[in-house]
């Protein structure tokens, strides 16, 4: 069964459409004759949309494939299959210089300040960069604008000459912010552009993505391991499961009534800080680790580290994504009825079979 | 007695551009089956802290002073060949990085073993079987075959148990945690809290759990330190320091953090950035950040004194006690709502 889209319907004024998505990056033997001998399934089929102005939240642990996903639709890598619209236009397929001008509405921040900034160069050059590319302005203009940008990040417009090194990470990071900025986007994907920052910087960084989101009515896709970043920035939240989706919601239908037991599973290992709440709670603990993208298991890719796994159901044949009410849909046979739930209740209810929902 | 006593702790490295002090004037003791959290960002010398209880820091270049009193011995002018008993039986230590703190080209049965061999005199055999027992305790499955893996064939949370298991080879008294999580996801995470939980109750052992998470402060401590710019700030029992915490870098602390539980439009950012402690500024360390700056903050050191309502409450701010009751009140109705 193809996974259905995780948008209920598509009304035309998406931003962005990803429909079926896959990236695999082939595993080869052999020097001069390569043969292709596996596949590493980053991606496997995520399909979503984005509308104007919301921000789109996904989380999932590491090599879910989340940041892959963001490459592809940023086209710095060629996905597998599937297509991808922006703006109503098909770009899946586009060469360099056809792209060229559609990079402008779509800009990135990435996550590491310190590795994404080139060390040899100004910050006046780096931020006006993009702006030379695209030919927007002469020098002088882009002077202006740089330092316009700088303001508007929270830095000192007369820091125009310096070098990344004399800044902080939470400083370089709001350059990388301004860089992104600088062409004016429609769209910037945040790759963990907070995951890098201590704690009272990372409340800055994303106060300033917020507020910049306020004034220029930016979009953002914005991909983060960490649940309560996710849950502060996003509208709308996407969980990413070995390569597929496992629950896309708004976010507080996500955070409040998790339908899959992964999401469940990832909300209860957020620590709290709050001793009176933390202690208390029983937290699902999930065993073992994320299994390998090149041969994931059969039937639902979740089922080995489940607890409610059904055999002979859940092994076999995988599930859909399942609507549930307008908004929310999880890719599970056996959705979580209610939220909390300690993992013993997760495994009692799951032998239940009454509560399967429908396909969409 | 306490099982570690720590007194009147400094160290400062003399660096070319100058001394720095990374760590002054920490006292704190550790009891048998405690926890104790230390928790600040990123040079605020929580890291350094322990480093130098365990005598770790580069010789060349330190200076320490004050007093470390395991059971009584001072670690820090013990003898080496002392101190080296001592280290890896009695007190271990987990590093942030699983990748880097395993040798790669040795097995890790051989990395544990070896553990064992430095403070036991016993065989190899023996000691293998020590190393098997440790590593299904911290539940590797097929404990026999894998001891035999590199650490490559592991994965980051895998590699992290295998730390654990060597950290409590010898059966110690006192593990040193230093950001043991901050590594992995969370749902490993997760696994990793509730192993070292579930040890803590089977061995005993107390625990110095060093992290800038205060989630995982909240979950696991029993007494926290929030330190700031080689200071200790503030210092309290785990529930006292998050229902009325004293400090406002420990209030931006909690503000600046998003969270599951409550709904927050903005985060009470801290502004600016900790300070270079080659120049740190003069009074409070704090002040240029500080909200409630005053004019004594910027002249005159304030001294880390109990509250007036616990004496075991401790914190390092010239404010009066009644704004600050005040203040911690309002950051708490929007912060941990939902709590008594």
């Not at chain 1, 900034?117 to 002077?143: A, C, D, M, Y």
């Not at chain 1, 502060?232 to 239908?253: N, Q, T």
């Not at chain 2, 939980?197 to 110095?208: N, P, R, V, W, Y």
């Amino acid at each position: 069964m193809e996974a259905a889209t995780a948008m209920p319907e598509a009304t035309g004024e998406e931003l962005l459409i990803v429909d079926g998505v896959k990236k695999y990056f082939p595993i080869t033997r052999g020097i001069i004759f390569q043969k292709e001998i596996a596949s590493v399934k980053a991606v496997d089929g995520v399909s979503f949309s984005i509308k104007p102005g919301e921000t789109l939240g996904i989380v999932g642990e590491s090599g879910c494939g989340k940041s892959t996903l963001a490459r592809c639709i940023m086209k710095l890598l060629e996905a597998t299959d599937g297509k991808i619209t922006f703006e109503g236009r098909d770009i899946t397929r586009l060469s360099r210089p056809a792209m060229r001008p559609i990079r402008r509405e779509m800009t990135m921040i990435f996550q590491d300040p310190y590795a994404s900034l080139n060390p040899r160069k100004r910050v006046g050059f780096i931020i006006g960069e993009p702006l030379e590319v695209h030919g927007l302005g002469t020098s002088s203009e882009i002077k202006r604008r740089v330092q316009e940008l700088l303001e508007v990040v929270g830095l000192n417009p007369e820091h125009y000459n310096r070098f990344p090194h004399e800044f902080s990470g939470g400083q370089r990071q709001r350059i990388g912010v301004a860089r992104a900025l600088s062409v004016n986007p429609k769209l910037i994907v945040c790759d963990e552009p907070v995951s890098a920052l201590d704690v009272s910087v990372q409340a800055q960084i994303l106060n300033l993505l917020k507020d910049l989101q306020d004034d220029f009515g930016l979009t953002y896709i914005f991909i983060a391991h960490d649940l309560n970043v996710v849950r502060h920035i996003s509208d709308r939240v996407m969980v990413m499961y070995l390569g597929k989706v496992a629950e896309v919601a708004p976010r507080d239908v996500l955070y409040t009534e998790p339908k899959h037991p992964y999401t469940g599973a990832l909300l209860s290992a957020v620590p709290i800080a709050n001793p009176d709440i933390g202690r208390q709670r029983e937290a699902v603990v999930l065993e073992g680790d994320v299994p390998s993208p090149v041969n994931p298991p059969s039937g639902c890719r979740f089922h080995p580290r489940c607890p409610r796994f059904v055999e002979g159901h859940c092994d076999v044949e995988e599930p859909p994504l399942y609507q549930f009410g307008k908004s929310q849909a999880a890719a599970c046979h056996y959705p979580l009825e209610r939220w909390p739930m300690t993992a013993e209740e997760m495994r009692r209810a799951g032998s239940r079979t009454s509560a399967q929902p429908q396909p969409a | 007695m306490a099982l570690l006593e720590v007194k009147d702790l400094s160290t400062s490295f003399r660096t070319e551009d100058g001394v720095v002090r990374a760590v002054q004037g920490v006292n704190f003791t550790v009891e048998k089956g405690q926890t104790l959290g230390i928790v600040g960002e990123s040079g605020c010398g929580k890291s350094v802290t322990c480093l130098t209880i365990m005598g770790l820091n580069p010789k060349k270049n330190t200076v320490t002073g004050g007093e470390a009193l395991w059971k009584g011995n001072d670690l820090l002018s013990m003898k080496p060949s002392d101190l080296r008993a001592v280290r890896g039986d009695e007190i271990s230590m987990i590093f942030q990085d699983p990748m880097t703190s395993l040798n790669p080209v040795h097995t890790i049965g051989r990395q544990l073993v070896e553990a064992v061999l430095l403070h036991r005199d016993v065989t190899k055999r023996v000691a293998r079987s020590r190393a098997v027992e440790l590593l299904k305790a911290v539940g590797i499955p097929r404990a026999e075959t894998r001891i035999d893996d590199y650490p490559h064939q592991f994965s980051g949370g895998m590699r992290q148990r295998v730390m654990i298991a060597m950290a409590l080879i010898n059966d110690p008294d006192l593990l040193i945690a230093d950001e043991p999580t901050t590594a992995l996801d969370v749902t490993t995470q997760a696994q990793i809290l509730s192993l070292m939980k579930t040890l803590q109750e089977d061995f005993g052992s107390a625990i110095i759990m060093i992290t800038h998470d205060l989630g995982v402060v909240a979950e696991v401590a029993d007494d926290v330190l929030v330190m700031y710019a080689a200071n200790v700030v503030e210092q309290a029992e785990v529930h006292d320091l998050f229902h009325r915490p004293q400090h406002p870098y420990t209030w931006g602390l909690m503000g600046s953090l998003p969270r599951l539980e409550a709904d927050v439009d903005r985060l009470t950012q801290i502004p600016g950035q900790p300070p270079s402690l080659l120049r740190p500024p003069n009074g409070c360390r704090f002040h240029p950040r500080c909200p409630y700056v005053m004019e004594v903050c910027k002249t005159t050191v304030p001294e880390l004194l109990p509250t007036q309502r616990d004496p075991d409450h401790l914190q390092k701010c010239h404010l009066d006690e009644e704004t600050k009751e005040r203040e911690a009140a309002k950051l708490l109705a929007t912060t941990m709502a939902g709590t008594g």
